[in-house]
């Protein structure tokens, strides 16, 4: 029977070395045209070099610290002189390569000792990096100084400000927990970000249901009111603007129940078959209407969305977000529960989001899930109702029509699964949380 410590010393040889051959093919296809001899690491060397990193950290034991370090400084001296020696002849200033070959080494020995899984994966992100290089600069070039400043607010936002703020209510009400309003501001921005990201990953060529839909995640209020001055100004025809009306407010709903099921998972089976039977309903009116389109030619109709993360924007939404808060838990203790309600359909009528995540903190707080349900639902509604006014208003009868027909079937159908599903489904979650 094999040595057991023998077996796991060729299987970790053999990734070191699986790890130096998978960089080599990438590096050696990317210069398979170089003549022969001309290049200083290709399949070949990478693939001892992290055959050279693993026997190095196999010796470890025998050769103490300083051994290894010593081993360690040799190669890299020697690879780094015989690199430097190409880049003087070849005039090239890039560095990748070199780091790449002294990562090799680095993964070859790491893999003698450490997680196997770990060595494999930094393995293939290495090989990623450097087989999308032009890819990569491709995409750099087209990057903006807004879309760059907006990615670091966010990522500072996330990983700078949101540790830096206390896990605690801060307020006589005890609603408002500054650690957990940022996290939820910084969860609306990422996707009003992504919104704009998608929109200009997949282009005007997708046209206006793309557009609609990737509008939809940053607001479906603009998008519905930017696609009504579309076809007021004759840029789209009525039903393609209704169509993708239609399909903003579906992508809108379906917002709501990803963040019910983020922040407030016991209102989910309250609220989420309600909610999907709209979105269904929406999608469904959505390519009705563009089936029976006869006007449209597949014009672009594209949002032309700005990068919607400001620090400025980021500050008014924590801040309407933090009195939706406020109000809603004034609210229920001097009225009760069902003091929610008006106000939901109040602020709905502004914002849904912002009543979604006021409820989902609530509930957190002790709030009857059927309750958060009710006022998330009468938020959509009023939501759904006010973006119809802003369609009539800014696009004319006919592209109001469309919507409002859309969103009339919706609403019967969210309806009838409220009143004769949601009392069967609700219960059954309830007993098993129970």
Do not use: C
Not at 132 to 146: C, I, P, Q, Y
Not at 154 to 180: M, S
């Amino acid at each position: 029977m094999p040595d057991p410590a023998l077996l796991e010393m060729f299987q970790r040889l053999a990734m070191a070395l699986g790890i130096g051959f998978l960089v080599g093919v990438e590096r050696g296809w990317k210069h398979r045209d170089a003549p022969e001899g001309t290049r200083a690491a290709g399949l070949r060397t990478h693939a001892v070099i992290g055959l050279m990193g693993g026997m190095t950290g196999a010796m470890l034991p025998a050769v103490g610290a300083l051994g290894f370090l010593a081993l360690t400084l040799a190669f890299a001296g020697a690879f780094i002189t015989f690199k430097v020696r190409e880049s003087l002849r070849d005039n090239d200033v890039s560095v990748t390569g070199t780091i790449a070959g002294l990562l090799v080494f680095a993964l070859g020995a790491y893999a003698m000792w450490g997680d196997l899984r770990i060595a494999a994966a930094v393995g293939v992100v290495l090989v990623g990096l450097l087989a999308f290089k032009d890819a990569l600069h491709d995409w750099l070039d087209s990057v903006t100084w807004k879309e760059l400043r907006s990615a670091l607010l966010i990522l500072g936002a996330t990983f700078i400000a949101l540790p830096l703020l206390p896990d605690r209510t801060i307020d006589i009400w005890g609603a408002i927990n500054p650690r957990e309003l940022w996290l939820l501001t910084i969860l609306v921005a990422g996707a009003s970000f992504a919104g704009y990201v998608a929109v200009r990953v997949l282009g005007s060529d997708i046209g206006v249901l793309a557009g609609a839909a990737a509008g939809a995640l940053v607001s479906s209020t603009v998008v519905t009111a930017e696609l009504g001055r579309r076809v007021k100004t004759g840029e789209t025809h009525a039903m393609v603007g209704g169509a993708a009306a239609a399909i903003a407010a579906a992508i809108s709903v379906s917002r709501v129940i990803v963040l019910l099921a983020i922040t407030a998972v016991p209102v989910v089976p309250e609220a989420a078959p309600a909610l999907a039977a709209a979105v269904l309903v929406f999608a469904g009116a959505a390519f009705a209407m563009r089936l029976l389109d006869r006007e449209g030619d597949g014009a672009d109709s594209s949002q032309k969305l700005t990068s919607p993360l400001d620090l400025w924007s980021v500050a008014k939404f924590a801040a309407f977000l933090g009195a939706v808060i406020i109000i809603g838990r004034i609210i229920a203790d001097a009225y009760g529960q069902a003091g929610l309600l008006p106000f939901a359909a109040t602020a709905g009528l502004a914002d849904v989001d912002a009543v979604t995540l006021a409820a989902s903190s609530l509930v957190r707080g002790g709030l009857d899930p059927a309750i958060g349900a009710h006022a998330v639902m009468i938020a959509v509604l009023m939501n759904t109702l006010a973006k119809g006014v802003i369609a009539f208003v800014t696009g004319g009868w006919r592209y109001a029509a469309l919507y409002f027909a859309a969103a009339l079937a919706a609403t019967i159908a969210a309806a009838a699964v409220w009143f004769l599903v949601t009392p069967l489904i609700a219960p059954m979650f309830q007993t098993e949380a129970a």
